[in-house]
């Protein structure tokens, strides 16, 4: 599941990707279908999105091609 929210997160980064307001809710969108496609709970999906989404802001800045 996590190389395959890496996955996903990388493909679908732009150029400024953290400053652009309308790129999160895409990826927000994709690891939540990514959560429910693992069986994640439901009431936990959205703390784990904001997690997964905080993580690839601070660790993968220069990911947009």
Not at 12 to 18: A, S
Not at 33 to 45: A, C, E, F, I, S
Request: proline share 3%; hydrophobic share 40%; glycine share 2%.
């Amino acid at each position: 599941m996590a190389r395959e929210l890496v996955e996903t997160v990388c493909r679908n980064v732009t150029i400024n990707w953290i400053q652009k307001e309308n790129v999160k809710p895409n990826l927000r969108r994709l690891v939540k279908r990514l959560l429910r496609k693992y069986g994640y709970l439901p009431d936990k999906q959205e703390k784990a999105t904001v997690t997964v989404l905080e993580q690839a802001e601070s660790l993968c800045k220069n990911w947009a091609a």
